[in-house]
């Protein structure tokens, strides 16, 4: 069940992911991030890291790999939510066919939010610090 809400997940991020960077910090952060240099305070060292391990990929552009870095991250934050949901409801006694179900919507439906949706398609902070 997670792994099919990070799958699903991961293509409809994937889907609308940019080649480009576009709004607010995405530039510097895919600048920074190939070149492992530092952003505005706070700086977020760990996310500069793990984008320049991402960048390594040997497919796309720079800016397209460091917006599939926030994809990867909120996929499995919408397969942890699955998890979650799921041991929630098998504590509440939900019957297990029921809680699967209930845990796949939870965590689809979290994965399709709007809110989700806008960070997990560009390079940003927030998709690792909800995965955190």
């Known amino acids: 069940m997670p792994t099919g809400v ?10 609308f992911i ?8 995405a ?5 920074a991030g190939f070149s492992l240099g530092m952003v505005h ?3 977020h060292p760990l996310v500069m890291l793990l984008l320049r391990a991402m960048d390594n990929l040997p497919f796309g552009s720079i800016a397209f790999r460091s917006n ?9 934050s919408a397969s942890i939510l699955s998890i979650l949901t799921f041991s929630v409801l098998r504590c509440m006694k939900t019957g297990r066919t029921g ?4 845990a ?7 994965a399709f939010s709007p ?3 806008i960070q997990g398609t560009g390079v940003e902070v927030y998709s690792l610090n909800l995965f955190l």
């Open 27 to 31: 530039p510097e952060f895919a600048a």
């Open 99 to 102: 809680a699967e179900f209930l």
């Open 18 to 25: 940019p080649n480009t960077v576009y709004w607010l910090d």
């Open 104 to 110: 796949w919507t939870a965590g689809i439906g979290f």
């Open 115 to 117: 809110a989700l949706t």
């Open 41 to 43: 305070p706070p700086g």
């Open 68 to 76: 599939v870095f926030s994809g990867v991250f909120a996929a499995m």
């Open 6 to 15: 990070f799958i699903v997940s991961l293509i409809f991020y994937l889907f």
